[in-house]
């Protein structure tokens, strides 16, 4: 197995391979394509394609609504390829509004309209909408895929790979990690090493592999390949990038941060975290821990980086469209019922180190990781089953 993405031979991006991978050979079923939009009325006749700041949307027209347009339905078994836009939520994974326009203008809802009547459905957007749709794919029965943030590397590289190795690989590592009790990450920062120790008790690991077959309603999220866990509990300090010149470091108790302390920076970042803490605990509450697997380039965008072998990421919010427990009814306000990922990768946070990752299973502590390279136990179980 190659671990040098830059040595990775990519093959060219194919709709039909990434749909019939990841969906399954069509059988007629109706298909749409969603986006966000901060005017969502801008989708009539196309007229967000003029906005240079809507790249992301740009992208759902070009490669998925006109793949399927031109040729591409028919192809692949599908019917209808329509188009929709709804308005941007302002967060990764907040609810949706239910409002939504089609390209002639038309006001429709999503519920009536939309989740009802297509049985795949791809989200392609600004903010993650995998937990709303999840949410929303058990209710209507749909299938359907996330894909925020698309970039042009992410459609050469995360989408042009062959999904059942990734899912085969995933397997790989899920079967290594599945039922630790805990995990340990140490953090280093000016000098200064933390550890944040997340609780896994015994729980059976999850992957996000990309295949969403039919029979079962699902969401799949698109590049996909991870490993991920609900954490039961979370105790101790990590360290937070809350933009490129501040640096907090969150104390964690009881599976929730409850405070935020500078390393250097905009206080008043921190003083508004804390402050947002005390207003809805929630906010903190700890929803995931996730491990990379592919071997793929940085992309600048969470939703593939998250997915490269070596990278980890800690989620705070909601975690139901994961199996969790933490549900939007739990949170203070709406705006805060948000799931948020935290990844630390060398391109995106250079100035954290990550010495060492420890698994804790069948009365073993095990390095996994560390400096944002998989450790030897990973290694062996990749190239054991390559």
Same mark, same amino acid.
């Given at each position: ?6 040595? =990775? ?20 079923? =109706?298909l749409?394509i %969603?986006?966000d ?20 949307q ?14 591409? %339905?028919?192809?692949?078994?599908y019917?209808?390829?329509?188009f ?7 967060g ?7 409002e ?20 795949v ?6 903010f ?14 749909? =299938?359907?895929?996330t894909?925020?943030g ?14 059942q ?9 899920r079967?290594?990690? *599945? ?14 090493t933390?550890?944040? =120790? ?23 999220n ?28 969150? *104390? ?10 500078l390393i ?12 947002k ?16 697997t ?19 990421h ?11 427990k %933490? *549900? ?37 502590t ?13 290694v062996?179980? %990749?190239?054991?089953?390559?």
């Open positions: 197995m190659e671990f040098d993405a830059s040595k =990775r031979n990519f093959p060219p991006f194919s709709l039909k391979r990434l749909m019939e991978t990841s969906f399954g050979k069509g059988s007629g079923e =109706r749409c %969603l986006i939009l901060p005017d969502p009325t801008e989708v009539k006749d196309f007229a967000f394609l003029d906005n240079p700041r809507l790249s992301i740009n992208y759902g027209h070009k490669v998925f609504y006109q793949g399927f347009q031109n040729g591409g %339905l028919e192809e692949m078994n019917k209808d390829g329509d929709f836009a709804y308005k941007e939520t302002g990764s994974n907040l609810d949706m509004e239910d939504c326009y089609d390209i002639n203008g038309n006001k429709l809802s999503l519920d009536k309209d939309i989740y009802p009547n297509y049985q459905i791809l989200v392609v957007s600004t993650s909408a995998t937990a709303p749709l999840t949410a929303k794919a058990k209710e209507f029965g749909f =299938r359907g895929a894909l925020h698309l970039n042009q590397i992410i459609v050469d590289t995360g989408l042009s790979v062959n999904y190795q990734v899912s085969d690989e995933a397997e790989l590592l079967l290594g990690l *599945t039922q630790a009790d805990w995990f340990e990450i140490d953090f280093e920062v000016e000098g200064v933390t550890t944040l =120790r997340l609780i896994t008790d015994g729980q059976e690991a999850q992957k996000s592999h990309g295949l969403c077959p039919p029979g079962k309603p699902d969401v799949a698109l590049p996909a390949g991870e490993v991920y866990f609900v954490p039961e509990g979370a105790e101790g300090q990590f360290p937070f990038k809350y933009d490129e010149e501040t640096l907090g470091l969150l *104390t964690v108790k009881d599976g929730k941060i409850v405070n935020s302390r250097y920076g905009d206080y008043a970042l921190i003083e508004e975290h804390n402050a803490l005390v207003d809805d605990p929630m906010v903190g509450a700890i929803g995931e821990l996730g491990f990379g592919q071997v793929l380039p940085f992309s600048g965008r969470d939703i593939q980086d998250e997915k490269i072998l070596g990278t980890i800690v989620a705070t919010g909601r975690d139901d469209h994961l199996g969790g %933490l *549900t939007p009814d739990m949170f203070k306000e709406h705006k805060n019922a948000s799931h948020d990922d935290v990844l630390y990768a060398p391109h995106k946070t250079p100035e954290v180190r990550v010495p060492e990752v420890r698994m804790r299973k069948g009365g073993e095990t390095v996994i990781m560390g400096n944002y390279r998989p450790g030897k136990f990973m062996d179980l %990749l190239t054991a089953g390559s």
